[in-house]
């Protein structure tokens, strides 16, 4: 078979930090997911295509739950779903022991059909209906409580019911991260955080199980939350002794980094961010080393979700086709768009070939399939020449891209998970016309 033609090409060497492994930028190819061909798959499922690796999820779970457990007794995950709400993936956590934690009324329901105990789902967010607090107060469900308004609310909704609603109150604060998320929750350095906790305890109304803060996300300095949990355990230390009400458990939230490369960012990801162990020393010493009491430990709540699941993620696709620029710089356009990739406006990720492919390469910028120019899935990648019809993996995709995603121009398309025995589950349908229409009303007149 006559080879396909490279052209030759001049490239310019990149000066700068070398990474743990050198200057070297070439890769092998992506031919197959967790045993699994990436042709294969799809020529099966169609592409684009969204894979989900089930061992992975189970494998980054169990090392983040190892590097908490092993420097504090009572340690709880409850996995963000709105990171990625697919049920298979969420029943995924749910199967090696983690809560529930949600920001809606439409979550909240996803979580109940999971079959979550509605005593382990934490009710996060600022916008939770009358209709929605009355279920979790019936249910006995985690409260977070956002704002004022909500307390008053939930105040008034005790008239009306026998159960004693359980909450927690959210706390921003400064630890030294800016912006400084201040938009969510009770403010710790201006007392109304304290006022809060003061109003809770005086109403008899309301039980109060615990704090919650969530500092902010892709945090890069796990002193963060060394700070946090210092903040977060004083409050608790003087709700005991004003009121001899010991707080069952502090709740960090999410904000653990990824692997994935920041845009902009000077080393990759892989080497900048944080450990789970990193993480873990920092929030268990803040509680351990706090004025709490050894008999009073709370339970430390984990509402992790992007640098548990961005890992298992991937998404396959095809070339559509290359194109010369103006200025002769090189451009590919692919079947993903950032309709599928919504990540991608904040992250390089790594693209690679799905078969065998030269040792050239040259600086290309991606673009996906729509009809738009900010439709950029990379400004610039070294990449070897790739042709119509050929394949690529996108990596550490797993957070946010199928919660975000928006169905813009193209169908949204299938996602299989493959399990730790290598096969293959459709865990969503792709979308079709009927599918895409069938909540669409056409007035009479116009039929």
């Known amino acids: 078979m006559k080879k396909h033609f490279e052209r030759p090409i001049i ?29 294969t798959m799809l020529e099966q499922y169609g592409s684009p295509l969204y894979v989900v690796s089930e ?5 980054t779970y169990r090392e983040a739950y190892q590097s908490f457990s092993t420097r504090y007794p009572k340690v709880q995950f409850a996995w963000s779903y709105k990171t ?36 382990y789902i934490l009710f996060n967010g600022p916008d939770k209906t009358e209709q ?42 400064d630890t030294g991260i800016y912006p400084q998320w201040t938009r ?35 945090i890069m300095t796990a002193n963060a939350y060394r700070i946090a949990g210092s903040k977060l355990a004083d409050l608790a230390a003087n709700v005991k002794k004003k009121f001899n009400k010991t707080v069952s458990y502090i709740d960090f939230g999410g904000g653990f980094a990824s692997k994935n490369t920041l845009k902009g960012a000077y080393l990759p990801g892989s080497d900048t961010t944080p450990s789970f162990d990193e993480y873990a020393d920092a929030i268990t010493s803040s509680i ?23 890992d298992a993620g991937y998404i396959a696709g095809t070339v559509l086709a290359n ?9 590919l356009i692919i079947d993903v768009g950032v309709n599928l990739l919504f990540t991608s406006f904040w992250y390089d990720h790594k693209i690679t070939p799905a078969q065998e492919f030269s040792h050239h390469s040259e600086q290309t910028k991606i673009y996906g399939p729509l009809c738009m120019n900010i439709d950029v ?26 919660t975000q995603w928006m169905q813009f121009i193209t169908y949204r398309p299938k996602i299989v998970m493959i399990d730790t025995k290598g096969q293959t589950h459709v865990i969503r349908e792709n979308e079709n016309i009927d599918i895409m229409t069938q909540l669409e009303r056409v007035p009479e007149h116009l039929k």
């Open 288 to 310: 351990i080393n706090s004025q709490i009491a050894p008999e009073d430990m709370p339970t430390i709540v984990l509402e992790t979700g992007r640098a548990l699941v961005d």
């Open 55 to 59: 061992a992975t999820i189970r494998d």
């Open 377 to 402: 899935i990379r400004e610039y990648a070294d990449l070897p020449p790739l042709k119509k019809g050929d394949h690529f993996v996108i990596s550490r995709i797993g957070a946010y891209n199928m």
């Open 132 to 173: 929605d607090l009355k279920l979790a107060i019936e249910n006995e469900s985690l409260i977070h409580i956002d704002h004022f308004d909500e307390f008053y609310s939930i105040i008034r909704l005790c008239e009306h019911t026998t159960k004693r609603p359980k909450v927690a109150i959210r706390v921003n604060m």
């Open 184 to 218: 969510f929750g009770f403010n710790y350095e201006n007392g109304e955080a304290w006022d809060a906790l003061n109003r809770i305890m005086i109403s008899g109304k309301i039980d109060l199980m615990g704090l919650h803060a969530h500092i902010g996300t892709y």
């Open 323 to 331: 194109k010369r620029q103006p200025d002769a710089s090189r451009t």
């Open 11 to 39: 490239t310019r060497l990149q000066t700068g930090m070398p990474n743990k492994i050198g200057m070297k930028t070439e890769y092998l190819p992506m031919t197959e997911i967790d045993g699994v061909g990436v042709k």
């Open 84 to 119: 990625n709400y697919m049920d298979a993936v969420c029943r995924v956590y749910h199967s090696e022991g983690s809560w529930a934690e949600v920001v809606s009324g439409f979550e909240y329901e996803k979580a109940l059909r999971n079959g979550v105990d509605p005593k």
